[in-house]
């Protein structure tokens, strides 16, 4: 197997999506500025658009459009009864956010002052003063912190398989996770590998019903349940798996030669945990509304969520958090 490139880490040129270049210096104050640009971070663009706010979208310079662009079929977001392609349903949003005049800028955010007057949030070459902010922030992938996974990332541990699926033709994969994403990742890695383990925690899957059929019922997938890894083996790449029987303590190698990570997300709320209320991680909001513990300062999205965590609900609490925004800037102009 030859070594391959992480196509998670380069940046997304969305089909039939325009990418906004950086203007210069930017100081002017913006009614609204938006950070992030998942399913959540372009409905909250759409909707302040259309109501004349004009609103910034620190979209990302890396992994802009969210989690979704290293989705494959999408199959249950209204609308598209035959599905879409995660990568083409993102590159909708952004085109419509734009059409409505929102300005889709590809950086990212790495300072935060969301309890001054004006709110400032600054990017490597900008600083952007708003009357609100929404935060659609997201969530990042989540490891399992074995040995061999950091030092083999990229050579033949991956967390995207739509990004590195196609490297390990005719190759034994191995899958980690139970929930629904883990049996996407494996049904889809089927389409390359000669056969695919999903390795689960317990004796039976989190994911639908519908997802378990499938993956149960794939002729190239099997199962290893009760199981954990414990270290990913190989020097210059992925030679193996060492897996643990949680039930008996019995240890076995397994002769995978990649390894992909579908064990759920962390709220990406680093810059902002400090200034904001939170709960396990997630940014706390005025339910149901979407204002955070700062007046001014609304959230939506996977940050939020750590419930659902689905493209539409994301998609609704964005529509929530511009609406909120836009009347509290309402508010604003009635008592100045």
């Known amino acids: 197997m030859s070594d391959f490139k992480v196509l998670a880490n380069t940046p997304i040129a969305l089909p039939n999506a325009t990418q906004t270049p950086v203007a210069a210096s930017d100081k002017q104050l913006h009614d609204v500025v938006i950070v992030g640009s998942g399913p959540a971070g372009y409905t909250a663009a759409i909707y302040t658009a259309r109501a004349g706010l004009q609103p910034i979208v620190i979209a990302g310079e890396v992994e802009s459009g969210g989690a979704l662009v290293n989705t494959t079929e999408v199959e249950n977001y209204p609308g598209f009864p035959e599905g879409i392609q995660g990568p083409d349903l993102m590159a909708r949003m952004q085109e ?39 935060l659609a922030l997201g969530s990042a992938y ?7 996974e950091s030092e083999l990332a990229g050579h033949g541990v991956s967390y995207c398989a739509t990004c590195d699926g196609f490297f390990f033709k005719d190759q034994h994969i191995a899958v980690v996770g139970g929930g629904d994403t ?3 990742e494996a049904l889809f890695l089927a389409k390359f590998g000669s056969k695919v383990t999903l390795i689960h925690r317990r004796d ?3 994911a639908s019903q519908i997802m378990t059929d499938r993956v149960l019922c794939h002729d190239r997938i099997e199962v290893a349940w009760n199981s954990r890894i414990t270290s990913i083996n190989g020097t210059e790449k992925v030679d193996s798996v060492t897996l643990e029987d949680v039930v008996t303590g019995e240890q076995r190698e397994l002769d995978a030669t990649a390894v992909f990570i579908a064990i759920g997300h962390d709220p990406r709320t680093e810059l902002v945990k400090d200034q904001l209320a ?5 940014i706390t909001v005025n339910d149901p509304q979407t204002e955070t513990s700062i007046p001014g300062v609304f959230a939506c999205g996977d940050v939020v969520d750590f419930r ?28 100045m």
């Open 204 to 206: 039976e899957l989190r």
């Open 308 to 335: 659902y965590q689905q493209a539409i609900s994301a998609a609704g609490s964005g529509c929530r958090a511009a609406m909120d925004a836009e009347r509290s800037l309402e508010n604003l102009e009635c008592n």
């Open 278 to 282: 939170t709960h396990s991680g997630y």
């Open 182 to 184: 883990a049996a996407e």
């Open 142 to 148: 989540r490891k399992l912190d074995v040995p061999g």
């Open 96 to 134: 419509q956010a734009e059409k409505f005049g929102a300005d889709v800028r590809f950086e990212d955010a790495i300072e935060f002052d969301l309890e001054s007057s004006p709110k400032v949030i600054k990017t490597a070459d900008e600083t952007y003063k708003a009357q609100r902010v929404i």
